[in-house]
Antibody
Framework: EVQLVESGGGLVQPGGSLRLSCAASGFTFTTYWMHWVRQVPGKGLVWVSRINPDGSDTNYADFVRGRFTISRENAKNTVYLQMNSLRIEDTAVYYC????????????WGRGTLVTVSS | DIVLTQSPGPLSLSPGETATLSCRASQSIRNNYLAWYQQRPGQAPRLLIYDASSRATGIPDRFSGSGSGTDFTLTISRLEPEDFAVYFCQHYVTSTWTFGQGTKVEIK
């Protein structure tokens, strides 16, 4: 069974940093693109970033480019999201998602980790 | 960026009825690279439909997708209690993904 388990969320002050982790299991991690998607509770889904299987190619949404960095450690089947210069509007549940087996779909999703940026 | 607009607003229906959800794109979606996801309260989204009309593994056949170009539809026949949830469309045409704002299907 494919599992994605996020960790690292919590409360941080504006301007602070946080690193999210996503531990993957149940599939060949080294062959899949991995993504981060966020959701303000009760609101819509917003794609944040993605990384290719060997970590050499990354993409970011405009609103996080230069502040967030996605990376992966294939030996540990883990993907990370380093979040710097956090803003109040970055408050959201962050989901780790695998690229699906059908084109660019996102499937499956982790349960998410809540990041709260507040003073 | 491609903007996806979903309608209607909250959809109030009874179990056993049919839900028809719309997703309109601001420009044509190449190869019908459009997906639908379901999100139940307190849960992560799950993939229902890909390539506009193909059901993902394990998805009941009461869920169907259709459409092409800029107009897409998710139809849920014979609504079951577990189908009352929020549904999002998403394109995967470019290297930055966008989602629709979601449509809530609620119990009438």
């Amino acid at each position: 069974e494919v599992q994605l388990v996020e960790s690292g969320g919590g409360l941080v002050q504006p301007g602070g940093s946080l690193r999210l982790s996503c531990a993957a299991s149940g599939f060949t991690f080294t062959t899949y693109w991995m993504h981060w998607v966020r959701q303000v509770p009760g609101k819509g889904l917003v794609w944040v970033s993605r990384i290719n299987p060997d970590g050499s190619d990354t993409n970011y949404a405009d609103f996080v480019r230069g502040r967030f960095t996605i990376s992966r450690e294939n030996a540990k089947n883990t993907v990370y999201l380093q979040m710097n210069s956090l803003r109040i509007e970055d408050t959201a549940v962050y989901y780790c998602v695998r690229r699906g087996d059908y084109g660019g779909v996102l499937d499956p999703w982790g349960r998410g980790t809540l990041v709260t940026v507040s003073s | 960026d491609i903007v996806l607009t979903q309608s209607p607003g909250p959809l109030s229906l009874s179990p056993g009825e049919t839900a028809t959800l719309s997703c309109r794109a601001s420009q044509s979606i190449r190869n019908n690279y459009l997906a639908w996801y379901q999100q139940r309260p307190g849960q992560a989204p799950r993939l229902l439909i890909y390539d506009a009309s193909s059901r993902a593994t394990g998805i009941p056949d009461r869920f169907s997708g259709s459409g092409s170009g800029t107009d897409f539809t998710l139809t849920i026949s014979r609504l079951e209690p577990e189908d009352f949830a929020v549904y999002f469309c998403q394109h995967y045409v470019t290297s930055t993904w966008t989602f629709g704002q979601g449509t809530k299907v609620e119990i009438k």
